[in-house]
């Protein structure tokens, strides 16, 4: 267990919707990393945020967006979806920038 | 552009040495190489990290060369639990987190 928690586990939505994806860090953890995996591809970096700000976005789509709350926990937000969002999004926590991730489970997200 | 390159797919026996390669030709002088690994139907995990001397830890060892281009880590003897993708990841001076496609490892018993 990485005591990283990501709901939902599942998720199953059309074209054109909305979704939250939400993430609990690792007690202690200020950093919040998304990526996004897709069907046997690697992971694709989204964004990052320490202590409640963004620090660096990679290939985040315009349509998505993320914030990380006080309490340290973060959501991703994906809008429009279209069919290629289709994927596992993953969060990771670590202590600090630069330091060691620990990933949650994932949230596989499927566009019907 | 920054980037990482892994083999896609390696293959060892089992209870052998495995060397699993990493190019990673445009990292910064600070910036520490971190390496997962990614069993099935899981998120990844933290396997070992190190930013200019080798690093041993009870997973693995990193060999990091001197000009830091490459690396290499190294499980001494892997066992069929070790069967998993592993990635080599750093970090860019403007802190975007680079994985490379990793490389899919097989053992065979």
């Known amino acids: 267990d990485s005591g990283v928690t990501q709901t939902p586990k599942h998720l199953i939505t059309a074209t054109g919707q909305r979704v939250t994806l939400r993430c609990s860090p690792r007690?202690?953890?200020?950093?919040v990393y998304w990526y996004q995996q897709s069907l046997d591809q690697g992971l694709q970096f989204l964004i990052q945020?320490?202590?409640?700000?963004?620090?660096a976005k990679g290939n985040i789509l315009e349509r998505f967006s993320a914030q990380q709350f006080p309490d340290l926990h973060s959501e991703l937000n994906l809008s429009s979806l279209e069919l290629g969002d289709s994927a596992l999004y993953f969060c990771?926590?670590?202590?600090?920038?630069?330091?060691?991730?620990?990933f949650g489970d994932g949230t596989r997200l499927s566009i019907l | 552009d920054a980037k990482t390159t892994q083999p896609n797919s390696m293959e060892s026996n089992e209870e052998e040495p495995v060397h699993l390669p990493c190019n990673h030709s445009t990292i910064s002088g600070t910036d520490y190489i971190h390496w997962y690994r990614q069993l099935p139907s899981q998120g990844p995990e933290y396997v070992i990290h190190g930013l200019t001397s080798n690093v041993n830890n009870r997973m693995a060892s990193l060999a990091i060369a001197e000009d830091r281009k490459s690396s290499t880590l190294i499980l001494h003897r892997a066992t069929l639990r070790d069967a998993a993708v592993y990635y080599c990841?750093?970090?860019?001076?403007?802190?975007?987190?680079?994985f490379g496609k990793g490389t899919r490892l097989h053992i065979l018993p």
């Open positions: 990841t750093w970090t860019t001076r403007d802190d975007k987190i680079i």
């Open positions: 945020y320490y202590n409640g700000e963004e620090r």
């Open positions: 990771a926590s670590s202590v600090g920038l630069g330091r060691p991730q620990h």
């Open positions: 007690s202690g953890d200020l950093s």
